[in-house]
């Protein structure tokens, strides 16, 4: 079911609300969580699709800001989805202009799940700080993108340099397979063994530099980069050993291949992750990410940026 509210305000939305689950229409017991999205126009269904499909895990209510022109004069127009056009949650699309095009705290405060935990996602275009913005302030936990930024290298720099505790970002939940896979590999060795490693990833994912950044912080040892083409990702992860390298290389598609000397080649799943498998993951934990942080603050220092990533264009 959508209805739409045109012309409203959050508490005229918040009534409506209260009205569909007093008449058994919506069911605001069970959900876990408060999901706040805030995007443009132009990003609104995709990341409505993707956090429906994490709500199967995560029963929550979704609130999407969709901002508008803020030159245009001051409205905001609602519109609220229940049912089978919300997955396990209910959502809220607010679309504003003029004064409500910018997010705030104020602008949701009346939708929001009491005493449940807020989370809030940017999907494209985060705060310079996001724990100081209006959002960021009242949130558990906040998840960025750097991927989708225009120059993604300087949003990660830009991460690491106001990073406060409860920040996550889904360039680092992308690499869950990756480091589950490294981590039982090197579970099987003595870490001491390992002389250097060398990372290949595309040059515009920061996915790649934090993989970098983790494995000199597990490590100790120089980390260098290949660069894959553009948008291709993570291809592969050589580690060098006086008793023969072990490579760990997913060049295409959703299996990765394990090299070792002496031994058969393995073949290993490892999928590309989608927006809902990240943010589900995400939403498993309200608490903060504290190897994420420690990579952040103390593993990407340690890398060297010229050697691992090209000027900015």
């Known amino acids: 079911m959508i209805i739409d ?58 609130i999407v800001i969709a901002a508008g022109d803020p030159d245009a004069p001051t409205a905001l127009d609602a519109q609220i989805r229940v049912g089978g056009d919300a997955g396990a949650s209910d959502v809220v699309v607010l ?28 999907p494209h275009d985060a705060p310079a700080v996001p724990a100081d913005s209006s959002l960021g302030r009242i949130a558990h936990r906040r998840i960025t993108d750097t991927a989708t930024a225009d120059v993604p290298r300087q949003a990660l720099m830009r991460l690491r340099q106001t990073y406060r505790a409860g920040d996550t970002d889904l360039s680092w939940t992308r690499l869950t397979g990756w480091r589950i896979q490294l ?39 120089p980390v260098t980069m290949a660069h894959a083409d553009a948008g291709r990702g993570m291809r592969s992860v050589r580690l060098r050993r006086d008793a023969g390298d072990i490579v760990l290389s997913r060049p295409v598609g959703d299996i990765a291949s394990l090299y070792q000397q002496g031994r058969p080649i393995q073949h290993i799943p490892l999928p590309r992750r989608s927006d809902q498998d990240c943010l589900a993951e995400e939403l498993r934990r309200l608490d903060p990410d504290e190897v994420f942080g420690d990579v952040v603050t103390n593993g990407l220092p340690l890398t060297d940026l010229k050697a691992v990533l090209p000027s900015d264009r």
């Open 5 to 62: 509210l045109k012309d409203t305000t959050t508490s005229r939305v918040a009534k409506e609300m209260n009205r569909l689950r007093e008449a058994g229409g919506v069911v605001a017991l069970g959900r876990v969580l408060t999901l706040i999205i805030s995007t443009s126009g132009d990003y609104v269904e995709h990341s409505i699709r993707a956090a429906n499909l994490a709500s199967r895990e995560h029963p929550c209510r979704i």
């Open 183 to 221: 981590a039982a590999i090197l579970d099987t060795l003595d870490p001491a063994e390992v002389r250097s490693v060398t990372v290949d990833g595309a040059e515009d994912s920061p996915s790649t530099l934090l993989l970098a950044a983790w494995l000199t912080r597990c490590l100790a040892v």
């Open 95 to 122: 679309h504003g202009s003029g004064s409500n095009a910018v997010e705030s705290e104020s602008l949701i405060g009346a939708l929001l799940l009491p005493d449940a935990p807020i989370v809030v996602w940017w």
